[in-house]
């Protein structure tokens, strides 16, 4: 699986998506407890700010039953009047937005009633987030900039997952999906992993769109980690040493024993895997019907992943 | 763009050029600060970021290994800027190591604003305050309006419509360079002042800004001082009002050169004046690579050397008229047509036809800016050739010989001239025998000719 | 410019034979590029009386969701592994320029976006070229998975001369595709140039034997209709269209790149034995079986064979063992569930409910509200009834796959949120 090409880009100026997660079942369990971890990525976003007058941050939260935005800094200047000051108006927003969204998504949980989840909608955000920077680089080709000069300044999109929970094997497709979509587009995603083991689709993701893939050590210093590693710009990327991946492991496992396997056998209709050759492809028996297939595809979806 | 003799200088590179002492003193403004890290390279930036939260001296090894080997130029750049900056200190240690530590005034600003953010300079108008404030358009249009009738003053006072409130002196320091005046004849621009206004309005406002800097010292400011005020400046929000009584006196004076040139919008309240910063005043500290502000194109060029412009700007018209013959104007088109004598009028003026192809380039119409190329390729080498037309004239140096007393001789002069490829000349009908030949081949003819005459 | 005054030469020449360029004939190039163009027809003059350029955008909305509706009332099941033959005509009706710069250009240019493409929707299939000219059919690249080989190939040979074949590249072709297993899908796509064939024997016979072997051939042409061209294209299930300008044929090509509706008894259900084979360590040195020389580090080893390789997908140079990632196998996944297509949320209901409905598009947080406050053209999703802006309706329905508002609510436990 080769690398997303590396863009040339001229100028350092970025637009940073974060994805932030949200989910309370991680960040009550966790070593390092939101209301830390927040000032960490507060202090984070405004570095990103303090390099270039042009960058652009935007914020999504990523919930467990629900995603939104909660923050953009281009919109930043417009809200500041009533605070005065546009700093904490730039924190106060976001907490704002950060803090009716939990409610939010927390009330959604309550409807459903179930037990905890323990992975987040990483596939929404991460669509949300594509969807977003699409309309930018639309947006600069509208304006007809891009035969003048190729200099002349590209917002270099990147998005930085900064997920805790563990992943939703059911959202295996989407998050595919999402990562071939931006591999397309060359949008880089960074994944910062604060969990306890790793996640195997961020790091599928960031290794397939060339991105870093990182879980910090020791939490308490995540900010330093932060500016190291996710403040670089992907101008600079090119000089500097960067985390390297460690290799992803891309065998599939088979669907009947989840076994994970050197060779098996693919159905060339449903493309299900199995380890051991049958007559018939015992998916496809069942799954005559489109809509019988939308039904179970979660089923089977989720043993692949596992 | 190419070739531009007038080279406007980075704002940064002004602030380097100040003695220690004053960078030192510079470096307690928090906004000096912000301006002077965004201005870095993109690798010096990440470096100060990430030495931000370290105390300890870094050596230099450590710092290498930072970098991939292609970076090693870069990162060379990056570190020598900080030095220049002094934002790094170098210390070399008695094991001859060198380690770096970071400017602590410079750091614990930076931190303060990575805590708490960018704090704004000064409050802006409270939101109880009705005052109708203009909307941002209509600021970006004054500014612009303003900076154009600045310019257009400046190539010629007697056209522009309205008379700016710039002092005749300021207007002087300004138009220095770019106009020439011989006495009593009607001011006529220089080649740099025909560059001038052939180059985007950021470069242009950064010329000006920096002959209003270098002349601070003659009005008795601190050029110091104008710097961190005129970066100050640009952290105020754009469309947001400011009371001007926050303002020192040295400062109100600075305002009302500023709003003449378009920076700023001054506003008469009931009982308190206020400022209001245009987009050109919030662009001051982005350096002049950032291309970002670039206005939208308006020109097209067809191959049959007719020029569209669709800007209702006097300013454009009289750009175009610089270099094409501008046939008729409509509400918001301006027709014209490259011509040889267009282009020889501009050539005379000193404007090179490489300006004229990246204005043409530059300002392309977003139609025709997506068509590859932009400027039809038949008239950007027709403007070519008709400038290599007028450097038709090559000097040689060279040596005359006359009188050579038989025809046969200067025959066999010009002979073994052309044997060295030197022969430039020879007039063989006529009576007089005169030949001119290359001057570095002269010795060689010498002692020909004394053979000869043996 | 160099091209105009190109044609502007051969114009003269051209004109006797050339059908197509009867009705501008007599125009020089330069009247020609406004004639096509028709620049001053996309001006419009507003009250004040300045010169606006009009707005086509949802002009070409409006196209792309019948295309959309279109595909999507086929879609069943989908042939994911496909054997394609692409057969480029090379006679010398592909030297003609009614295309810039000429016929042959323009399909070589298009061809190599294709490849492209199709790799990129179809990480298990393989791609054949095949080229007629002088009444030959050559095969220029068999039947193999790596976009580059076969843009090179195909860029080192581009010449044309003599007439066309259609029945010697069927057979040809025939011959090829007849031996691949019989899960994979038989496909050919032909771009023919010329107006006639000029073939050796019965033509039809070669048809029913393709027709016979379940080889979808399906024929793009650039200049006029052909009734053999659609028979065979009837006969075998295929499609068959002409292209009216450059940007027609390079959708027509484009259209062929998604996996087309799976028909049962074409290609029947099998399991295929497939590798995974594993990254090598960085660092250690082997011979590739692909380019034949020693490389460090980077490449895969062939779980049966041992042999390495150097990118996936491939086939195994040594065992013919087919070696894939499982992100190879996720790529495809996308055909087999793909999103509905949104609805247009009518105009009336706009007006009406405007305060009801989001402001902004709920993917990309633009504002859906068009110039002066006045409602705009946009979508919702009918199952989390989410709106969209039309840029990212045809964004998520190409590229992304996902829609962000589905994928933004717990969905499949819990049915028809309603908020608020």
Request: glycine share 6%; hydrophobic share 40%.
């Amino acid at each position: 699986m080769a690398s997303a090409a590396s863009k040339l880009y001229a100028d350092d100026v970025s637009l940073l998506m974060v994805l932030l997660d949200t989910n309370p079942f991680f960040w009550s369990s966790s070593n390092l407890p939101f209301s830390k971890f927040l000032p960490h990525v507060l202090a984070f976003l405004n570095s990103i700010l303090l390099l270039n007058q042009l960058n652009q941050v935007v914020v999504i939260a990523t919930g467990y039953n629900s995603c939104s935005y909660i923050y953009d800094s281009s919109s930043d200047s417009n809200q500041g009047s009533d605070h005065g000051r546009i700093m904490p108006a730039r924190c106060s927003n976001l907490l704002q937005k950060l803090e009716e969204f939990v409610i939010k998504d927390e009330q959604l949980f309550k409807e459903g009633s179930r037990e905890g989840i323990s992975s987040s909608l990483l596939s929404g955000s991460l669509s949300m987030a594509l969807c977003f920077d699409e309309q930018i680089y639309r947006g600069f080709f509208d304006q007809g900039h891009f035969i003048l000069n190729l200099a002349v300044t590209m917002h270099a999109m990147q998005i930085l997952c900064l997920q805790g929970s563990s992943d939703g094997p059911e959202q295996y497709v989407a998050i595919m999906n999402s990562i071939f979509s931006a591999q397309r587009s060359m949008v880089p995603i960074d994944s910062c992993y604060m969990g306890s083991s790793n996640s195997a689709f961020l790091q599928q993701a960031s290794y397939i769109t060339g991105g870093v893939y990182l879980k910090p050590q020791q939490p308490n210093g995540l900010f330093q980690y932060l500016s190291t590693v996710f403040a670089t710009d992907l101008h600079s990327r090119a000089f500097l040493q960067l985390p390297k991946s460690l290799g992803v492991d891309f065998r599939a496992s088979c669907f009947c024993h989840k076994k994970t396997i050197d060779m098996g056998y693919i159905c060339s209709v449903c493309l299900s895997i199995f380890c051991k050759h049958h007559k018939k492809c015992s998916t496809c028996g069942v799954l005559k019907l489109l809509s019988v297939l939308y039904a179970l595809c979660f089923g089977w979806v989720r043993r692949i992943t596992t | 763009m190419p070739q531009v003799r007038i080279i406007a200088k980075n704002f940064m590179d002004m602030v380097a050029a100040l003695p220690a002492m004053k960078l030192d003193k510079l470096y307690e403004n928090a906004f000096i600060c912000e301006a002077i890290l965004r201005s870095l390279p993109p690798l010096a930036k990440k470096y100060v970021l990430q030495l931000l939260c370290i105390e300890v001296p870094v050596t230099a090894k450590s710092m290498e290994e930072w970098v991939l080997p292609d970076g090693v130029s870069k990162h060379r750049v990056a570190i020598d800027r900080l030095i220049q900056l002094r934002i790094f200190t170098e210390t070399v240690d008695r094991k001859r190591e060198t380690t770096y530590t970071l400017n602590p005034i410079f750091q614990t600003n930076l931190k303060k604003l990575l805590v708490h953010g960018v704090v704004l300079p000064r409050e802006p108008m409270p939101s109880n305050i009705t005052v109708r404030l203009p909307s941002l358009e209509d600021l970006q249009a004054f500014a612009l309006e303003q900076w154009e009738c600045f310019l257009l003053q400046l190539i010629n006072s007697s056209q522009s419509e309205r008379p700016s409130n710039i002092s005749s002196s300021m207007m002087k320091t300004f138009q220095r360079g770019l106009l020439s005046q011989r006495d009593r004849e009607a001011p006529r621009l220089t080649d740099s002042g025909f560059q001038f206004l052939l180059m985007d309005t950021n470069a242009q406002l950064w010329y000006i800004i920096r002959e209003y800097i270098s002349n601070s010292e003659e009005r008795g400011l601190d050029s110091a001082d104008l710097i961190s005020f005129l970066l100050e400046l640009s952290f105020h929000v754009t469309g947001e009002a400011y009371n001007i009584n926050t303002l020192n006196e040295r400062q109100k004076n600075i305002i009302k050169d500023l709003a003449d040139l378009g920076l700023i919008k001054l506003q008469q309240g009931r009982k308190d004046s206020w400022f209001i910063p245009t987009e050109l005043a919030t662009n001051l500290s982005v350096s002049l690579t950032d291309s970002s502000s670039r206005k939208q194109g308006f020109v097209v060029v067809e191959t049959n050397f007719r020029l569209y412009a669709y800007s209702t700007s006097k300013l454009h018209c009289e750009i175009l008229r610089l270099f094409s013959r501008v046939e008729y104007q409509l509400p918001n088109l301006i027709v014209g047509a490259i011509t040889k004598e267009s282009l020889y009028s501009a050539f005379e003026n000193g404007i090179t036809g490489e300006q004229i192809i990246s204005f043409l380039q530059q300002n392309a119409h977003p139609r025709v800016a997506e068509r590859v190329p932009s400027v039809p390729e038949n008239v950007t080498d027709q403007i070519r050739l008709w400038e290599t037309d007028l450097n038709r004239v090559e000097m040689t140096p060279a040596y005359y010989y006359d009188e050579f007393p038989t025809r046969e001789l200067l025959e066999g002069a010009s002979d073994f001239a052309r044997g060295y490829n030197a022969l430039l000349w020879e007039d063989v009908n006529s009576k007089k025998t005169r030949l001119v030949v290359k001057a570095e081949n002269h010795v060689h003819m010498r002692e020909y000719l004394g053979r000869q005459r043996q | 410019m160099n091209n105009g005054e190109q044609r502007r030469l051969n114009g003269e020449a051209e004109e006797d034979e050339d059908d197509d360029d009867a009705n501008n004939g007599g125009l020089a190039a330069w009247e020609r590029a406004y004639a096509d163009e028709r620049s001053w027809e996309s001006l419009q003059e507003d009250e004040s009386g300045l010169l606006q350029p009009i707005d086509n955008q949802s002009l070409k909305h409006a196209q792309y969701r019948r295309r959309l509706r279109a595909a999507s009332t086929a879609r069943i099941q989908k042939g994911l592994i496909r054997y394609l033959f692409i057969v480029i005509d090379l006679s010398k009706a592909a030297a003609e320029m009614d295309f810039r710069p000429s016929r042959m250009g323009v399909v070589a240019k298009h061809v190599e976006a294709f490849i492209r493409e199709f790799f990129y929707q179809n990480p298990l299939s393989q791609v054949g070229l095949v080229t007629v000219k002088d009444g030959v059919a050559h095969c220029l690249t068999d039947l193999g998975g790596s976009p580059e080989s076969h843009v090179k190939a195909l860029m080192g040979k581009l010449e044309c001369s003599g007439d066309s074949s259609l029945q010697n590249a069927l057979d040809l072709v025939h011959g090829y595709l007849n031996q691949i297993p019989s899960y994979g899908h038989r496909e050919v796509l032909i771009l023919y140039s010329a107006l006639s064939t000029c073939d050796p024997g019965d033509i039809m016979e070669t048809i029913q034997k393709c027709k016979k072997s379940k080889i979808r051939c399906s024929v793009i042409g650039l200049s006029a209709e052909i009734f053999i061209c659609k028979h065979l294209c009837q006969e075998t299930g295929g499609l068959y269209y002409i292209a009216l300008d450059e940007a027609h044929l390079k959708e027509l090509i484009l259209e062929h790149a998604p996996p087309p509706p799976a028909i049962a008894e074409f290609a029947i259900a099998n399991l295929i034995k497939m590798g995974f084979p594993q990254r090598a360590a960085e660092g250690s040195v082997a011979i590739c079986s692909c380019h034949k020389e020693a490389k460090v580090g980077a490449g895969y080893t062939c779980p049966r064979c041992k042999a390495r390789v150097c990118e996936l997908p491939t086939e195994c140079r040594i065992c013919g063992l087919t070696l894939i990632s499982s992100p190879h196998l996720a790529r495809s996944y996308h055909h087999l569930f793909p999103i509905v297509p949104f609805d247009e949320v009518p105009l009336s209901l706009l007006i009406d409910q405007q305060n009801k409905f989001p402001r902004a598009c709920f993917g990309c947080q633009q504002n859906l509200l068009g110039p002066g406050n006045k409602p705009g053209l946009r979508v919702a999703c009918p199952k989390c009834k989410q709106h969209f802006c039309l840029e990212c309706d045809i964004y998520i329905h190409e590229s992304l796959h996902n829609c962000p508002g589905c994928e933004s609510t717990r969905h499949s436990r819990i049915p028809n949120i309603n908020e608020g």
